[in-house]
């Protein structure tokens, strides 16, 4: 059986964590309006720091992590799940991947609000993607509707491909405007 990187040591599912810990607030410092100094000032560290920490995220500590993510206005949050993939043969799962599922879900801050989620059985959820060139690559940008008793729910959660292939890899369906070059 072929096991992700992860699999090797304890280290490196910790410096795959931290990595991706890393990137969100990299990519939440590259669309707020708040620079790398102003950045540095909030964490009490200089400019240079902030760079050792977006390009090392080897000392990552749990203080650390929410001390970086208050600093950018967000939150964080440690979770153990169960993926059945105990020989960690696709490592773990990324944050993207967490943040797509509870943005679907309407985005539950407490137990009452997750609750009526899952007690909502008649749910259905539409999706419809849309696929952009960016600089960087593209940007695919998901919509879902979300109808239930209560009403229609609309949630979007915008990710960045490097390349259409990516796109084609996620085993989602291409727009027609991309299945037709268009």
Aim: glycine share 6%; net charge positive; proline share 4%.
């Amino acid at each position: 059986m072929t096991t992700h990187w992860t699999t090797a040591s304890v280290d490196d599912f910790v410096h795959r964590l931290s990595f991706d810990f890393i990137t969100q607030l990299a990519k939440r410092l590259e669309s707020s309006p708040i620079n790398r100094t102003e950045f540095a000032e909030k964490l009490g560290v200089s400019k240079g720091r902030v760079s050792q920490i977006l390009n090392n995220p080897s000392n990552l500590t749990l203080n650390r992590a929410v001390k970086y993510a208050r600093a950018l206005g967000l939150k964080a949050s440690v979770i153990a799940y169960d993926d059945d993939d105990p020989g960690n043969k696709n490592g773990p799962v990324n944050s993207e991947i967490f943040t797509i599922c509870w943005d679907k879900a309407g985005r539950p801050t407490d137990f009452k609000r997750a609750e009526n989620i899952a007690l909502t059985g008649e749910t259905a959820t539409t999706e419809t993607a849309t696929v952009m060139p960016d600089r960087k690559g593209f940007v695919i940008t998901r919509r879902f509707a979300r109808t239930s008793e209560r009403g229609r729910i609309f949630v979007s959660a915008t990710g960045t491909l490097r390349t259409l292939e990516a796109f084609a890899s996620t085993n989602e369906t291409q727009p027609k405007s991309l299945a037709s070059g268009g």
